[in-house]
């Protein structure tokens, strides 16, 4: 409680003291006093119906007095005096609230001059009252009269909201004053409001949405600060809504102020793009046109930047921006393989990653020149072609084909099949076969970098070659109804052409297994299979180092029997390729 204090005819006109922690004014009745709301003027009467002038006034922050048999204030009698109290303040939403009067002797409690407390006669003991009752929203003003007729004198009054659930289900004001602002620097959106007069006031919730979006049941935030800093905004260039909401202790939530609006920096890049072509294009007049680089559309992309490398790994070269989903490459050279690299770019500036490697090139679709020059001569091992160096700067092979002709005398054609890739530095190739004396044909065809064939792109006939084999056949043949089996290949390294053979108890075991077995070779000189190894029991492989290379060698292997006699031979042929 404030209870008056005597003050000095010294003293100022106006005097603020600190009584029990609260701070009042004492003014002499003929001085104005203003006292901020919610605190209290009280006026001092020396008379009980409060007529003539105030003898003191001063502010009081709690009607909570208890002046026993003393007079309340200097001045003024120890009976038959009357405190009058006023107050006008915002009530804000209103709602339930509860009135407590206690006093000896008397005390009138009233809102708007709508009595609402009357306690008025002399008692020997404090009386006690309280109301229920409900305020209005909006200002309000309370007016306390206290008298003390005789006897000791106190006086207490208490105004409270009733804060229950059941009680109250009256919603807050919406608050007011909201504003936001946004720091790009931060990335951070800061919010105002001004502070809420609800007198049960327990927080307020702050909610934000996305713009297009709604507000969700669910708070960002529930502060009792009238500011709030929200520092977890994406900084994707989106924008978005705020409002706040007050809440009393009974869980009533107001409505929501008007959306503030702000729209975030956009720090987030766009997705990385994927190229889909690199290929050449060609124009109308079936010249190039360049190398067509194109990819798919990504999300919140305003334009693409293109990057070209000599290499996969090369340092890449911004070569483009556009805001299409391809680009030409003019400046491509054709047969030159290039790699391309694209990022997207959002409307802020902000550029992705870029897309995996890409190759690209401009095919030439000139032909290599037919190949010229062809000769083949038939050899002991099958046959040797030659022919001219082609002029084709991007040559990357020879192909080799072989095949028989068709057709009359007056016009016959060769038709072969692929038989082998040569490398574009050589010029010659040595084709093995058996050489049984027939007929056969050959051409040659050349191939460059972009796969384009002589033979099959040239308007050109391809030249080719027919040649009869030698027949290196032996003159003696090999007799049917041999035990063995006899398998003959050509030699590979130095180690000489391999023969290997079953039968006999060759390398397993047998029923009548041979002591031993011989390899024969046939000399065409001789005209004769000559002995060139005896072997063991159970041989079953020889390697013949001593045959020649680059010829036919025809071979027999024969079981030497118990008795001394030998098996039937079985035969096979091998061919070797010279050695270049």
């Not at 550029?351 to 037919?370: F, H, K, L, T, Y």
Request: net charge negative; glycine share 8%; charged share 20%.
């Amino acid at each position: 409680m404030n209870p008056a204090r005597r003050t000095t005819a010294a003293a100022a006109a106006t005097v603020v003291l600190a009584t029990a922690g609260t701070l009042l004014s004492t003014a002499p009745a003929s001085a104005a006093v203003s006292c901020a709301s919610p605190v209290f003027k009280r006026q001092f009467f020396a008379n009980t119906s409060f007529s003539g002038t105030p003898k003191r006034t001063d502010c009081d922050t709690a009607i909570d007095q208890n002046w026993g048999t003393n007079a309340p204030a200097s001045g003024l009698p120890k009976d038959n005096f009357g405190v009058r109290w006023t107050l006008t303040r915002d009530f804000g939403s209103g709602g339930p609230f509860t009135f407590t009067a206690s006093t000896q002797d008397g005390i009138r409690v009233y809102l708007d001059g709508s009595r609402k407390v009357d306690l008025w006669k002399n008692v020997s003991t404090t009386a006690k009252k309280t109301v229920d009752l409900t305020v209005p929203a909006g200002r309000h003003t309370l007016r306390i009269d206290h008298v003390n007729w005789t006897g000791a004198a106190n006086v207490e009054f208490t105004y409270t909201p009733r804060t229950s659930a059941t009680a109250d289900k009256v919603k807050p004001l919406t608050p007011t004053g909201a504003k936001a602002t946004y720091d790009t620097t931060t990335g951070k959106a800061k919010l105002t409001w001004s502070k809420s007069p609800e007198m049960d006031l327990a927080s307020y919730r702050v909610y934000r949405r996305l713009k297009g979006a709604s507000f969700g049941s669910t708070p960002l935030a529930t502060t009792t600060s009238t500011t709030y800093t929200d520092s977890t905004l994406p900084v994707t260039g989106a924008g978005y809504y705020y409002e706040v909401r007050a809440v009393d202790r009974a869980g009533n939530e107001s409505a929501g102020t008007a959306d503030q609006a702000v729209t975030t920096v956009d720090r987030v890049a766009p997705g990385v793009p994927t190229i889909t072509t690199a290929t050449g294009e060609v124009t109308p007049t079936g010249g190039t046109g360049g190398l067509r680089v194109g990819w798919n559309k990504v999300t919140d992309a305003a334009t693409y930047r293109v990057y070209r490398a000599a290499s996969e790994n090369g340092t890449y070269t911004r070569i483009a921006t556009t805001d299409q989903l391809s680009h030409l490459d003019a400046s491509a050279a054709e047969s030159t393989t290039y790699y391309y690299r694209v990022s997207a770019l959002d409307a802020a500036g902000n550029e992705s990653a870029r897309s995996a490697p890409q190759r690209g090139r401009i095919w030439d679709n000139d032909p290599p020149p037919v190949v010229t020059g062809l000769s083949v001569t038939p050899t002991e091992y099958g046959f040797r072609l030659a022919w001219d160096k082609s002029p084709a700067q991007d040559l990357r092979y020879y192909t080799i084909h072989k095949g028989e002709l068709v057709g009359d005398e007056d016009e016959q054609v060769c038709y072969g099949s692929l038989v082998e890739y040569v490398s574009p530095d050589e010029t010659s190739f040595s084709y093995t076969t058996h050489p049984d004396g027939d007929e056969v044909c050959f051409f040659v065809d050349a191939v460059d970098d972009d796969g384009n064939s002589a033979m099959k792109w040239s308007d050109d006939l391809v030249p080719a070659v027919a040649a009869t084999e030698l027949d290196t056949t032996p003159s003696v043949p090999t007799p049917e109804g041999s035990p063995l089996n006899l398998t003959a290949s050509p030699a590979e390294g130095d180690e000489g052409n391999q023969l290997s053979w079953t039968g006999l108890g060759a390398g397993e075991e047998s029923p009548e297994p041979a002591k031993g077995f011989r390899i024969y070779r046939w000399n065409p000189a001789t005209s004769a299979y000559e002995k060139i190894a005896d072997l063991g029991a159970g041989a079953f492989e020889y390697f013949d180092t001593g045959a020649k290379r680059g010829t036919t060698s025809y071979y027999w292997v024969t079981g030497v029997l118990a008795d001394g006699t030998e098996s039937v031979p079985a035969g096979d042929w091998t061919v070797t390729a010279p050695v270049d």
